[in-house]
């Protein structure tokens, strides 16, 4: 396995880990004996994934460790020279092997974990996670996600400026930005893929029943072709029914409309997901979603205007609110 691999796959281990925190952590504020174990489960196997990362890319265990108990691998990673030389050794060993000892009696007796500890659990955990992401992997636990497998630097950057919203709580601003990433992408697609748009024309006579048919097939070509690469046109519609559209001006500069105040958490996190995933799926097929170079001084204004920090930052001065349907229009009718 090269570097370059290497480095790739440690990546998805720990994006891994923080999606499995998540999981925990959203199951854990929920009632019921069923989501406390989920919570405990998943919890536990942010923490183990993390420590298998740890033993692979230090080549503490070069080969896949599958059939080592939780133990060996607290012992076989504090013991690693490396760690020794840099004065590192694995953070809340207490508090783990406990939440170790819980997910064993979760797991094998059905054990119902106490609400109350609920709490601890995800902070430990957090605070694991935090300090080893840190300290071993330099990496940040905040900022790591899919995103940075995402290849255009511009692309990247605007849907970074949704992840930050998403951890903010900016649930419609997150939304917002992921709708202008997703056109931004699709056009860079129609740029550098598509073939070459031809109009259908018709005579006078059939104008009247066939003018709207060709009209149609002109304006959303593009969009069909979006759906052609392989995107799930369920999802497809779902993301356009979210309360937020996009378009992107002659010049590239993204314009918004919202027709709700607000917009729900799972919402703005789908609809994120969704973008972030056209835009992998794209990737792996050899396409190239891109900010096109013909817009890339107004996407980089758009991004300098949201960016954490920005005067102004987070609110989305393209954007107007108008109440109506949550049927979304194609974007550019």
Not at 15 to 37: F, P, Q, T
Not at 213 to 240: C, K, P, Q, S
Not at 309 to 333: I, L, M, N, S, Y
Request: aromatic residues 6%.
């Amino acid at each position: 396995m090269s570097e370059v691999e290497k480095r790739a796959a440690t990546h998805r281990r720990l994006l891994l880990a923080k999606e499995l925190y998540l999981h925990g952590r959203e199951h854990s504020s929920a009632a019921g004996a069923i989501n406390k174990m989920i919570a405990v489960h998943s919890l536990h196997n942010a923490i183990e994934v993390t420590l298998r990362a740890l033993l692979i890319h230090f080549d503490i265990r070069p080969e896949k460790p599958r059939n080592i108990d939780f133990d060996t691998m607290l012992k076989e990673i504090d013991g690693c020279e490396e760690f020794k030389r840099r004065d590192l050794r694995l953070p809340l060993r207490p508090q783990i092997r406990k939440l170790n000892d819980l997910r064993n009696l979760v797991q094998h007796e059905a054990h119902e974990p106490e609400t109350a500890t609920m709490e601890e659990w995800r902070v430990h955990t957090r605070e694991f996670l935090d300090l080893v992401f840190r300290d071993y992997f330099g990496e940040s636990l905040d900022r790591i996600s899919r995103v940075s497998l995402v290849a255009d630097p511009r692309l990247r950057a605007v849907l970074e400026v949704a992840a930050h919203e998403l951890e903010a709580g900016g649930w419609k601003t997150a939304l917002i930005a992921s709708k202008i990433a997703f056109e931004y992408a699709a056009s860079g697609l129609k740029a550098t893929h598509a073939p070459e748009r031809r109009y259908i024309r018709v005579t006078y006579e059939h104008e009247r029943v066939l003018a709207p048919i060709a009209e149609a097939v002109n304006e959303n070509a593009e969009y069909l072709g979006v759906l052609a690469t392989g995107i799930n046109l369920i999802d497809y519609m779902r993301f356009r029914s979210t309360p937020v559209t996009a378009g992107l001006s002659e010049g590239g500069r993204p314009a918004t409309l919202t027709r709700a105040s607000e917009v729900p958490e799972e919402t703005a996190r789908w609809g994120h997901h969704f973008v972030v995933d056209s835009v992998i799926r794209w990737q792996l097929q050899g396409l190239t979603p891109v900010v096109p170079a013909r817009w890339a001084t107004a996407c980089d204004e758009w991004v300098q205007q949201h960016a954490p920090g920005a005067k102004g930052g987070g609110a989305p001065v393209e954007e107007e609110h108008r109440p109506g349907p949550a049927a979304d229009a194609v974007p550019g009718e």
